[in-house]
């Protein structure tokens, strides 16, 4: 029987006793010499950190191994060498917080492993900004009577400070969108929205202190409340910088990129100062924010579920190239299509290894090979990592029948 022995290293000794399908480990009789001091003192309760007792160079094949292994698992031999980045500590600018109102306080943090809220009073990967504005956001949230029991709470670092966006499950009243607004102008923070704990909920804006902005590759955007960014500012650069190395220098004449997954144009920008864009959306607010700031820029939006409804492969023949850049998830039904088109060059960002297989299999089926791939490790210390993958399809020469 394979049992479950956490924070354990290959290669080590451990006495230990056996609780269902797990090892309670009692002692380290042999220790790994990748073993390492975890730097925070909540490591092993705090749920947003699984790697700290590893060595960071250990921990970078670790994470180059998930990608290796999924893409030779999707059929695939492995290019030359492969590049790699790690976002140093201190450098989160996106965090999505539980919340929960106790007899002690308001406890602000990650969930621990299956279990309640973790108190964040140490965080070394979070932005020192951030974590002090969440230790100057307790006693305000302490105080909010749309707060009961638990929520949530968004941060997103823009350039022009933090964005929060707050769920409970009641809105707040008058006397909660005061206390906010008072929160937001002592602490500078441009704006504060909320939206309902309830899945599905649009957020809707509590108070603008001032005008909200973002740049990406250049072009100022305003990212809606709920916006997706990049989880550091140096995972963001490395992969915009991957995903244009994969791409031709100089693209032919009326070229055209199609980017599924756009978001608020994180690559979308750095893309069209190469050649026209078609990116797709399926976040509303998203793609309007994407439009707005697209300005003279060779870029159209299109707002689309592609979940539901997928360009199809007849649709994405005429295309230079495609870019994709889906959620946890993968690219589902879009990658099929993609697949199918006979396109000749395919990236895809990719922050889970086992959507990655799942999609470059059918990319490998559909006759494409792996030309590079890079690997981004922006969530330090915990088992998430990213990639990006270029895949490329020998032109297929058709033959007309004249009659």
Same mark, same amino acid.
Request: with cysteine; aromatic share 4%.
């Given at each position: ?5 956490? %924070? ?5 000794? $451990?006495?230990?006793?056996? /609780? ?15 073993? #390492? ?20 160079? &250990? ?14 698992? @999707? ?22 917080? @539980? ?11 990650? =969930? ?14 979070? !932005? ?16 909010? /009577? ?7 709470? +968004? ?10 966006? +707050? ?15 008072? %929160? ?21 804006? *509590?108070?603008?202190?001032?005008? #909200? ?7 100022? $955007? ?15 650069? &490395?992969?915009? @910088?991957?995903? +244009? ?11 055209? *990129? ?26 509303? &607010? ?62 895809? #960002? ?13 990319? =490998? ?7 590079? *791939?890079?690997? $981004? ?13 270029? %895949? ?6 058709? !033959?007309?029948? =004249?009659?």
């Amino acid at each position: 029987m394979t049992l479950f022995a956490p %924070f354990t290293l290959p290669g080590e000794t $451990v006495l230990y006793s056996r /609780s269902g399908d797990r090892a309670v480990i009692e002692q380290r009789l042999r220790e790994s010499p990748d073993r #390492v001091r975890p730097p925070c003192g909540l490591f092993a309760r705090c749920g947003g950190c699984a790697l700290q007792h590893l060595a960071v160079d &250990a921990t970078a094949s670790f994470k180059r191994h998930l990608v290796e292994s999924a893409l030779r698992d @999707a059929g695939y031999e492995l290019p030359g060498p492969i590049a790699e980045h790690t976002s140093p500590p201190y450098a989160r600018r996106r965090m999505d917080l @539980a919340l929960r109102r106790s007899r002690d306080g308001m406890l602000v943090g990650l =969930h621990q492993r299956g279990g309640d809220v973790v108190d964040m009073t140490e965080c070394h990967v979070l !932005h020192p900004r951030l974590f002090r504005l969440i230790e100057d956001a307790r006693p305000v949230l302490m105080r909010l /009577s749309a707060l009961r029991g638990t929520g949530s709470l +968004l941060v997103n670092l823009l350039e022009t400070g933090p964005d929060l966006l +707050l769920s409970t499950d009641e809105a707040p009243g008058t006397a909660d969108r005061a206390r906010l607004a008072e %929160f937001a102008r002592a602490a500078g923070v441009p704006r504060i929205a909320w939206r309902p704990l309830k899945p599905g909920g649009t957020p809707e804006i *509590v108070c603008a202190i001032e005008p #909200v902005r973002h740049t990406l590759s250049g072009v100022a $955007v305003v990212p809606p409340p709920d916006a997706f960014l990049q989880a550091t500012l140096e995972g963001e650069a &490395a992969i915009v @910088a991957a995903v +244009l190395d994969a791409m031709p220098q100089a693209w032919p004449r009326g070229a055209r *990129v199609v980017e599924f997954f756009a978001g608020c144009g994180t690559l979308t920008f750095a893309l069209a100062r190469r050649g026209r864009v078609l990116a797709v959306e399926g976040h509303q &607010a998203s793609a309007l924010c994407l439009r707005s700031a697209a300005g003279g820029l060779p870029i159209e939006v299109l707002n689309r579920d592609l979940n539901r409804q997928p360009i199809l492969a007849a649709d994405l023949g005429r295309a230079s190239a495609i870019v994709l850049d889906p959620p946890y998830a993968g690219s589902g039904a879009q990658m099929q299509e993609v697949a199918r088109s006979g396109v000749e060059r395919v990236v895809m #960002v990719s922050c889970n290894p086992k959507a990655l297989r799942r999609d470059a299999e059918m990319l =490998h089926k559909a006759g494409y090979a792996l030309e590079r *791939v890079t690997v $981004v490790d922006q969530f330090l210390w915990s088992v998430q990592v990213e990639s990006v993958a270029a %895949f490329v399809r020998p032109r297929v020469r058709r !033959h007309v029948k =004249h009659r």
